[in-house]
């Protein structure tokens, strides 16, 4: 279930790594954190699980991560 939709710009970069977005938006405390979550399956990336920790997320990709939805443009 979605109770927070957020929208990250990536302004003048081709792409964020997963656990960097996850971070910059403060969804996790710490980058360890991120990296556990995603590990343990809990983030989705355009509707599938999504495991690998560096994967590059670019515009057009939706994560999805308790509860919240972030569209990156």
């Given at each position: 279930?979605?109770?927070?939709?957020?929208?990250?710009?990536?302004?003048?970069?081709?792409?964020?790594?997963?656990?960097?977005?996850?971070?910059?938006?403060?969804?996790?405390?710490?980058?360890?954190?991120?990296?556990?979550?995603?590990?343990y399956?809990?983030?989705?990336?355009?509707?599938?699980?999504?495991?690998?920790?560096?994967?590059?997320?670019r515009?057009?990709?939706?994560?999805?991560?308790?509860?919240?939805?972030?569209?990156?443009?």
């Amino acid at each position: 279930m979605i109770n927070t939709m957020l929208e990250f710009d990536l302004r003048d970069y081709d792409f964020i790594p997963l656990n960097d977005l996850l971070k910059t938006l403060q969804l996790v405390g710490t980058g360890g954190e991120a990296n556990l979550r995603i590990t343990y399956g809990d983030v989705l990336v355009n509707g599938a699980v999504e495991t690998r920790k560096r994967k590059k997320i670019r515009a057009g990709d939706v994560v999805a991560f308790q509860g919240t939805q972030i569209t990156v443009s």
